[in-house]
């Protein structure tokens, strides 16, 4: 069986990328004329890949299963196969090539036979970090790592991989004290502030625009002053209109 991985990890801790799983179709119809369940028995003998979106693979020479991973949250990559963490400030990417894990239900009896089923395989990797790449046993270009372990090739205990991973957004007051279930007193107190400063304006406003009363007015002083004459009324004893 072929092994390919091409991952991406992303600076939000998800992963991009695509896992493709095969067997040669001339040894699945050697075990089995039906190729879809020899293939579905043959892999049996890998341990657990990391899940996501999976859909049947078929070239001229090769059948077998395709992982396509979109935004993949990290966790779901600690799996028996690929490990793919977080561990602080780094990630860790390591894939054991343990006999027992690769070989384990051909024979479980036979430990020769478990070895003769991972020393079949072969192995193709690619890993890119979003930080740079501090130790590996495969070979490093810029921020990714690959491996190639061909068939019939002695296999290394596992593929490793170490890079640093940028540091996590870090949360405001406000946020913190909302996650953790405290009061938000941030909050509170900045909206009384507030409102205490438009409560300053508005009096100053008030102040400015309240009219001012008029004078009062002035008395000559040079005596008392002569009434003017009135006009006079009807006379006496007049008779009223009608």
């Known amino acids: ?30 075990r089995n004329k039906n190729i879809s369940a020899a293939f579905a ?14 859909t049947g693979y078929e070239d001229a020479k090769l059948f077998g299963s395709q992982i396509n ?42 430990p020769q036979q478990q070895q003769a089923f991972l020393t079949l395989m072969s192995f193709e990797i690619s890993v890119t970090f979003p930080g740079r790449v501090v130790d590996t046993n495969g070979t490093v270009n810029g921020r990714s790592v690959t491996w190639k372990v061909d068939s019939n ?5 596992e593929l490793r991989a170490v890079a640093e991973a940028p540091p996590r957004p870090s949360a405001s007051p406000a946020a913190a004290d909302s996650d953790s279930g405290g009061f938000p007193w941030l909050l509170v107190g900045g909206g009384v502030l507030l409102l205490l400063v438009l409560a300053v ?42």
Request: proline share 14%; charged share 20%; no cysteine.
């Open 1 to 30: 069986m072929q092994l390919n991985i091409g991952l991406t990890v992303n600076a939000d801790d998800t992963v991009d990328g695509q896992l493709l799983l095969t067997a040669q179709k001339s040894v699945l119809s050697a």
């Open 41 to 54: 028995e043959l892999r049996q003998n890998i341990p657990a890949l990391p899940p996501g979106e999976e």
């Open 69 to 110: 991973y979109r935004k993949a949250p990290l966790a779901g990559f600690d799996s028996e196969s690929v490990k793919l963490v977080r561990d602080g400030d780094f990630y860790r990417f390591t894939l054991p090539l343990d006999p027992k894990k690769y070989g384990g239900k051909v024979a479980q009896q036979n």
């Open 153 to 157: 090739q002695p296999k290394p205990t």
């Open 201 to 242: 304006v508005g009096v100053l406003l008030v102040r400015r625009r309240r009219p001012t009363a008029p004078a009062a007015p002035t008395t000559a002083a040079s005596g008392p002053t002569t009434p003017g004459p009135t006009s006079p009324g009807p006379p006496a004893g007049t008779p009223g209109p009608g």
